[in-house]
């Protein structure tokens, strides 16, 4: 594993979140200027920002606009054509089912900090993003709602019945702005709805063989021989502690294994450990200590009762939970709450 080697996001997808910021008032170069970057190299069609870079822009945005539907507005803005050459070969798509396969392979051109899995049961497409590298919550909630609300507004446009209901699952909780969602009608938007963080849109009725206006297969190959060798930019991330650490943290009411994490990305557990403990420790160590974390932090902010934050944690049932939080900090979970100190 190359730990020097970061997944590269093109910056033309922050251009599009420029046309956010003006129309709020706003402008995209206080936005890069302020993340430390130059506005003129920002610009130049090549350009690319790493995972950590995009944290830093997204942070920068939410605090400069104060607003909580950053995502939404900007993916609204994204179109088909603002892939550059995949968006060329997603528009010459001669199905939508073709488009899902073909974004699917490379997605990595489009977001490489997530990854895209595409199934078809029959007449059903079960599409799935999940993260691929550590990034801070505020970009987490957000990207995934980019994603949410980019895909409804380009595929509406192939649909041979846009108004065909389909379903969206997000892991993140209700936003603010839930109310804006109805503007992605007829899709049926489901919030808490994974115990790890990802985003699967479920469609029974759309028709995924229709041919599209601008059906061209030639052009199709064309463009996916020249998005081949694109993809060699874009590299798997080094740190892989900090992303399962991410991916426990934001778990709810599970607690994922390692064979379940490792699928996610597309290798075998024995892999993932290895490069776990080539970096820091072992998976079962790193999951204890964040679920110990979680629990600590979970019994002093609030009231929640001691059994929800159990299953919340994913504890089969209180016992248990008291049994761990007790080997880990030498008292119990409620004697901690009432201020009983560590041994």
């Keep these: 594993m190359n730990q020097a080697a970061r ?47 995009v944290d830093n822009l997204i942070v920068h945005a939410l605090k400069m606009t104060g607003r909580s539907d950053l995502g939404f507005d900007w993916g609204r803005r994204l179109k088909l054509s603002s892939h550059d050459l995949l968006g060329y ?40 993003y999940r993260p691929a590298v550590p990034m801070r919550s505020e970009t987490l909630h957000l990207v995934l709602e980019v994603i949410a609300v980019s895909t409804h507004f380009q595929c509406s446009p192939l649909l041979t019945n846009t108004q065909s209901p389909y379903d969206i699952y997000m892991s993140m909780e209700e936003p603010p702005h839930v109310h804006r ?17 990802e985003l699967r849109i479920v469609a ?12 061209d297969e ?25 992303w399962v650490v991410m ?27 290895r490069y776990l403990t080539q970096e820091s420790r072992g998976f079962r160590s790193i999951a204890i200590h964040v679920r110990n974390e979680r629990a600590l932090r979970l019994l002093r902010e609030g009231d929640m009762p001691i059994s929800q934050i159990a299953y919340r944690l994913g504890f089969t049932d209180l016992a248990n939970f008291t049994r761990a ?3 880990e900090n030498g008292v119990s979970p409620s004697d901690f709450r009432r201020g009983g100190s560590f041994r």
């Design 204 to 215: 029974d009725t759309w028709s995924l063989d229709a041919p599209l206006p601008m059906a």
């Design 7 to 53: 997944p590269l996001v093109p910056a033309r997808y922050f251009l599009l979140l420029g046309d956010v910021l003006a129309a709020a008032g706003f402008s995209l170069d206080e936005l890069v200027s302020a993340a430390g970057f130059d506005p003129c190299q920002f610009r130049k069609p090549d350009f690319t920002v790493t995972a950590e870079q």
């Design 218 to 242: 030639h052009a199709v190959k064309m463009a996916e021989e020249r998005c081949k060798p694109l993809l060699q930019r874009y590299r798997e991330q080094g740190n892989w502690t900090d």
């Design 89 to 128: 070969a997603m528009l010459s798509c001669t199905t939508i089912d073709q488009l899902f396969r073909l974004t699917a392979r490379y997605y990595g051109l489009i977001a490489p900090i997530f990854r895209m899995e595409y199934q078809r049961i029959g007449g059903r497409a079960v599409i799935i």
């Design 247 to 273: 991916m426990l943290n934001e778990a709810e009411d599970s607690q994922p294994t390692l064979n379940e994490l490792a699928g996610i990305i597309g290798m075998s557990g024995r892999t993932l450990e």
């Design 325 to 327: 939080f007790r080997r």
């Design 181 to 197: 969602y109805r503007e992605i009608s007829p899709a049926r938007v489901h919030f808490a709805a994974s115990s790890l963080p």
